[in-house]
């Protein structure tokens, strides 16, 4: 027996001790069937954003775009009134860089000019830019993307090829 209550003072010590406890995992945004204003392109929430020039997804984490594409993004809160900010996360592949060298990017938001940002050399990089308040009239923004270059369907793929995306959002200012 007392050979018992050592152990027991361990078991309980154990079990109040705060770095054993077992840390409950944080819960998922619940999804409230209303746009996002930053997509994860590898969410299957996001594929209705995802409106145009986006093939499917690959290694459960990005996806290829074809040289125009679109998203449609909610607008953050008071966009309308301080604008907000863009900001897509990608990748010029090396494959890609070899064959057709640097690459422009643009966007443009309700006919608004964003601006084109030049890709010197593969791997991943960015596209920031501001939108001022004007370019928000309503909840939801659809933002077109274009890329000066890219591959067009061959034999061997059958997609036309630009850059590959991860993350594409709005952020309030």
């Known amino acids: 027996m007392r050979r018992l209550i050592p152990f027991a003072a361990l078991l309980a010590l154990i079990a109040i001790a705060p770095g054993c406890r077992v840390k409950k995992k944080p819960k998922a945004a619940e999804d409230d069937g209303q746009p996002l204003s930053v997509v994860n ?4 929430r996001a594929g209705m954003q995802l409106t145009r020039g986006f093939w499917a997804v690959e290694n459960q984490s990005w996806r ?13 809160a008071g966009a309308a009134q ?22 422009t990017l643009d966007a443009h938001v309700n006919g608004l000019d964003l601006g084109p940002e030049k890709y010197t050399k593969a ?22 993307f274009s890329v000066d270059k890219g591959l067009p369907p061959s034999d061997k793929d059958t997609r036309e090829l630009s850059v590959i995306v991860t993350t594409i959002g709005l952020l309030p200012k």
């Open 41 to 44: 392109v590898a969410d299957p």
């Open 64 to 76: 290829w775009t074809m040289k125009n594409f679109t998203v449609t993004l909610r607008a953050p």
């Open 82 to 103: 301080k604008g907000a900010r863009l900001q897509m996360k990608l990748t010029v592949p090396e494959v890609m860089y070899n064959r057709v060298g640097d690459m």
């Open 123 to 144: 791997g991943d990089a960015g596209y920031d830019r501001e939108i001022p308040a004007a370019a928000f009239s309503g909840d939801v923004v659809s933002i077109d």
